[in-house]
């Protein structure tokens, strides 16, 4: 991505908000000159009210510069407000275009980037562009504008020590140059460290990483490996600091030198400037200085700005392949909606193994069908193909009865990992729909065999359950994700593995209340144990991705 496209795509961001910034730039190009017209008005003060003795003089002019300094602290409190509104919308927009654009990947994406990664982009990543709006890009027009008008005046008071002090600053900024490139590279592998203790603390500390840590006595390794990238990452911002600090001195000391030069040369070389004319061109150079030094640490702090507006252009570049949400169709309870798998073949990644081959298989409408296999044979895959949420590789799926709408519409899937809110149990189950009665509910628990739990905790339904649901056991887990199922509006129910942490009877005993609920739908259970078969039953059995067995119970 060159810096050019880059540019133009952050311009884009800006384009809704672009009166705002136009004012905000009008309010520091009007503000920089009026800080500058107090040196001038110094120089007057000096020669014409201190040295010549003209009170009224003196008082307007130390009047005015009150007026002018209010004028300028008013105007840029203003601007803070402007700034940090666009600063903060465009960020804000940026957040859930980013959101939008990860939610909408296939499962792939999931399977190879990490929470963390997703997080960096989406927080520190875009901080920088609100950093960039309230500071950088201000800074960088109120220095050029407090740059050209400084300029200006020194070059009406006295030319040859303008001269002096733009050749200075030519070399300053080819100084800065060097310095760069080396803080972009290492704004790049300070932003992968951060998204290593990002993933190391999000690994480590919850509860699983905490008993895998401590149970096979690993705790001391997780805690050096995120001191070592802790480490490593306060290394390389010091590196960082340091490198932008040393360009910062550099300009320092080359400022330092600049009033004796002046005295000197005023002294020697450049005669007939008044004293006043001399001590304001001291100011101005001093106040040149700080203009100088702010665009120098800018264009560094850009090209950090740049690596972190690419990895946000790189995520909403990112095509869209789920980006519509068609919401869950609705379709009568009788609609009796059939599923067809033709040949289907699928292998995760560009030429990955082969996880599914030569499927063909069908699902009618209101049927049971019992998918069963070893460990890794790809029932769960086929799983995600029969639900509408993993496109295969080869082959065609086709939906039958549906009116129209995709698979993924009408089908739901209970994966075999269940993901439980940090809320309470009503909370969880009415993220299936918004429209959940207190009837829906009861029918849903009664049917996976939760209700007497429910009936015994004191705050029932709106008993919290902890983070990841760890407050429950994990088969009441399980069954909590399945009631949450049930809720939703689907016409083909998956289940995969649904009852691992069940004993045999209350396994046999949800999937009875199952089939019960289910009347009418297509329901596919997958299970290494078979679940209490029903004549009506089709069984199917899959060993290294294919069907090597059908039958009817
Ligand atoms: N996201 C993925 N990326 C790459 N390979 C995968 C992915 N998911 C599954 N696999 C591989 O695909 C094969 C089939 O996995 P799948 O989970 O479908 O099997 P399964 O029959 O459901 O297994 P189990 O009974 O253990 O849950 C496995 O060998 C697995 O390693």
Not at 213 to 238: A, K, Y
């Amino acid at each position: 991505m060159t810096a050019a496209f880059v540019v133009r795509r952050m311009l884009t961001w800006f384009r809704p908000h672009r009166w705002r910034v136009v004012t905000s730039l009008l309010i520091v190009v009007i503000s920089v000159p009026l800080g500058v017209v107090n040196p001038l008005l110094t120089r007057t003060v000096i020669d014409q009210g201190l040295l010549r003795g003209d009170v009224t003089l003196l008082t307007l002019l130390c009047a005015l510069m009150v007026v002018l300094g209010i004028a300028n602290s008013a105007l840029a409190v203003g601007n803070v407000a402007l700034t940090n509104s666009i600063g903060q919308r465009v960020t804000a927009t940026l957040r859930a275009s980013v959101y939008g654009r990860a939610q909408a990947q296939e499962l792939d994406f999931y399977t190879e980037e990490s929470n963390a990664e997703v997080q960096a982009r989406l927080v520190s990543d875009i901080d920088g562009v609100d950093r960039f709006v309230t500071n950088t890009m201000q800074q960088a027009l109120a220095s050029s504008t407090a740059l050209a008008a400084a300029g200006i005046a020194m070059l009406v008071l006295s030319w040859p020590l303008a001269l002096l002090s733009f050749a200075l600053a030519y070399v300053l900024a080819l100084l800065n140059h060097r310095f760069a490139k080396r803080r972009q590279d290492l704004a790049r592998q300070r932003q992968r460290h951060i998204t290593s203790v990002l993933r190391f603390a999000a690994e480590d500390l919850n509860l699983g990483g905490i008993i895998l840590g401590r149970t096979l006595h690993r705790t001391r390794w997780q805690r050096e490996r995120f001191t070592d990238v802790c480490r490593q990452l306060s290394e390389i911002t010091v590196r960082q600091r340091v490198v932008g600090a040393t360009a910062y001195v550099i300009t320092g000391v080359s400022f330092a030198c600049v009033p004796p030069l002046v005295f000197w040369l005023s002294g020697t070389s450049v005669t007939g400037l008044s004293i006043g004319t001399v001590i304001v061109m001291v100011m101005l150079q001093l106040q040149l200085s700080q203009p100088i030094q702010a665009l120098l640490q800018l264009s560094s702090g850009l090209h950090v700005s740049l690596a972190k507006f690419e990895r946000v252009i790189e995520y909403l570049d990112m095509p869209a392949p789920m980006a519509v949400d068609g919401g869950s169709a609705v379709l009568a309870p009788s609609a009796g909606v059939s599923v067809t798998l033709r040949d289907v073949g699928h292998s995760y990644g560009a030429g990955g193994r082969t996880v599914l081959s030569g499927i063909d298989l069908e699902l009618p409408a209101g049927s049971v069908t019992v998918v069963r296999g070893r460990t890794g044979s790809g029932k769960s895959t086929l799983g995600l193909v029969m639900a509408g949420l993993l496109r295969p590789a080869a082959g065609t799926v086709h939906v039958d009865g549906a009116g129209g709408a995709e698979l993924r519409d009408v089908a739901t899937i209970v994966p075999q990992h269940t993901t439980l809110f940090d809320a309470s149990i009503r909370e969880n189950l009415m993220f299936a729909r918004d429209d959940v009665t207190e009837e829906d509910i009861a029918r849903a628990i009664a049917a996976v065999r939760l209700d007497d739990l429910v009936a015994k905790l004191p705050c029932g339904l709106d008993t919290p359950i902890g983070v990841e649901g760890h407050q429950l056991s994990g088969g009441e887990r399980q069954r909590l994700a399945v009631a949450r199922a049930l809720l939703a509006r689907w016409q083909v129910l998956i289940v995969d593995e649904i009852t691992s942490a069940l004993d045999g009877v209350t396994s046999d005993e949800v999937y009875d209340g199952l089939r019960a609920y289910c009347q009418g739908r297509t329901l596919v259970i997958i299970a290494h144990r078979l679940p209490r078969i029903q004549p009506t039953d089709r069984v199917v059995a899959m060993e290294q991705g294919r069907i090597i067995e059908r039958c009817r119970a």
